[in-house]
T-cell receptor, first 117, second 115 residues
């Protein structure tokens, strides 16, 4: 069965430093997609970054990058130059199928990140 | 701008009452989803739809129903509200034909309290 594991319930990082949020996944499919979402204290879910299982290069979106290690089944989120506004809960999610019509996401438990000034 | 909205944003109801949470998207997405978020469980899928007249059960569908009569709306109904259904509910939509791997975009959420 599919499973997403985020082992860090909470993390602290100093402003302007980089931080890595861990995510490991389990699936028997060869085709899948991996997503990261941010949930600030206001509650909305904000899409950050996507990585397809067949994508050869790690995804990047501004200060966000996804460190995709397929053999290890890990999809860690790296935030460079942390800002106070990065303080939030971060969720890793997986969808079976690559550009498929299934669309269903399975979420990890989330990691709370606090950025210190 | 296209968006996805949910109403109400906050709702307090009593055990046994029927409650309907609205979700409306103007992205023209075929796929729509309902999730609930509880402490210690992350987000869990309740129901989902791949198009008009299509509905499917998710991981935690007991006590909930949905109907899809048009592309824009997927209302979630709690047939007889229970205290265990106190939660934050999120609606999401996606279009598998777009780039980005069928990314789901979420509404702002509805906080439901069942007394």
């Amino acid at each position: 069965a599919q499973k997403i594991t985020q082992t860090q319930p909470g993390m602290f990082v100093q402003e302007k430093e980089a931080v890595t949020l861990d995510c490991t996944y389990d699936t028997s499919d060869q085709s899948y997609g991996l997503f990261w979402y941010k949930q600030p204290s206001s509650g909305e879910m904000i899409f950050l970054i996507y990585q397809g299982s067949y994508d050869e290069q790690n995804a990047t979106e501004g200060r966000y990058s996804l460190n995709f290690q397929k053999a290890r089944k890990s999809a860690n989120l790296v935030i460079s130059a942390s800002q106070l506004g990065d303080s939030a809960m971060y969720f890793c999610a997986m969808r079976e199928g690559y550009r498929s019509n299934t669309g269903k996401l399975i979420f990890g438990q989330g990691t709370t990140l606090q950025v210190k000034p | 701008d296209a968006e996805i909205t949910q109403s109400p944003r906050h709702k307090i109801t009593e055990t046994g009452r029927q409650v309907t949470l609205a979700c409306h998207q103007t992205w023209n997405h075929n796929n729509m989803f309902w999730y609930r978020q509880d402490l210690g469980h992350g987000l869990r899928l309740i129901h989902y739809s791949y198009g008009v007249q299509d509905t499917n059960k998710g991981e935690v569908s007991d006590g909930y129903s949905v109907s899809r009569s048009n592309t824009e709306d997927l209302p979630l109904t709690l047939e007889s509200a229970a205290s265990s259904q106190t939660s934050v509910y999120f609606c999401a939509s996606s279009d598998p034909g777009l780039a980005g791997g069928d990314t789901q975009y979420f509404g702002p959420g509805t906080r439901l309290t069942v007394l």
